[in-house]
């Protein structure tokens, strides 16, 4: 069965430092790829997706994430954070051409001021 | 656009006792839901899949006699806890993919703490 690894469980931050939150997932065939974050006391919001074509890809809020086949990594990035970034990401995937979302365990990130 | 909304938000009940938890795609029409259950600090898991009109998909371990999911309209569907124990007690979320996007896209509303005593 598929599986989507995130390896950065907390993460702490200054504002303005660059974040990559690391994602990996296992399966060899066709995958869909998200992250999405979750605010404190707030639900799950789509921050990207990827489906095909160009494998970098720009989200809300000024993230982006690069897919990288040869590496099974769909990592999520942003050159500066802002207090307001602070939230947990989640990392999914779908594969085979279904629509069940797998997601990674999550990574708590902390930006201080 | 795109909101999924969850009733109630949170819920008490003794052990022993059903409760039921809806899902509404307020502002488009869902053709597929989904149920998932989030333990503290740990990520989504899916439950089951449920479309329009036809039984509920449920994940393996699931227990569809103690999930009992219902998706009567496109815009609606229902999970009911049966005979609760303090185990099932968990945040539970639904999400739903829309019609006029792409499926593999999934909307998720705010979630219900369930807690059983």
């Known amino acids: 069965a598929q599986s989507v690894s995130q390896h950065n469980h907390h993460v702490i931050l200054s504002e303005a430092a660059s974040l990559e939150l690391g994602c990996n997932y296992s399966?060899?065939?066709?995958?869909?790829l998200f992250w999405y974050v979750q605010y404190p006391g707030q639900h799950l919001q789509l921050l990207l997706k990827?489906?095909?074509?160009?494998?970098l890809v720009k989200g809300i809020k000024g993230f982006e994430a690069e897919f990288i086949k040869s590496k099974f990594s769909f990592n999520l990035r942003k050159p500066s954070v802002q207090w307001s970034d602070t939230a947990e990401y989640f990392c999914?995937?779908?594969?085979?051409?279904?629509?069940?979302?797998?997601f990674g365990t999550g990574t708590q990130l902390k930006v201080e001021l | 656009g795109a909101v999924v909304s969850q009733h109630p938000s949170r819920v008490i009940c003794k052990s022993g006792t059903s409760v039921k938890i809806e899902c509404r795609s307020l502002?488009?029409?869902?053709?597929?839901m989904f149920w998932y259950r989030q333990f503290p600090k740990q990520s989504l898991m899916l439950m089951a899949t449920?479309?329009?009109?036809?039984?509920?998909?449920?994940e393996q371990g699931v227990e569809k006699d103690k999930f009992l999911i219902n998706h009567a309209s496109l815009t609606l569907s229902t999970l009911t806890v049966t005979s609760a124990h303090p185990e099932d007690s968990s945040f539970y979320i639904c999400?739903?993919?829309?019609?006029?996007?792409?499926?593999?896209?999934?909307?998720f509303g705010p979630g219900t703490r369930l807690l059983v005593l």
């Open positions: 399966y060899g065939g066709t995958v869909n």
């Open positions: 502002d488009f029409q869902a053709t597929t």
């Open positions: 999400s739903a993919s829309s019609l006029a996007d792409r499926r593999e896209t999934q909307y």
């Open positions: 999914a995937v779908i594969t085979g051409g279904g629509n069940k979302l797998t």
């Open positions: 990827y489906f095909s074509g160009d494998p």
């Open positions: 449920s479309n329009e009109g036809s039984k509920a998909t449920y």
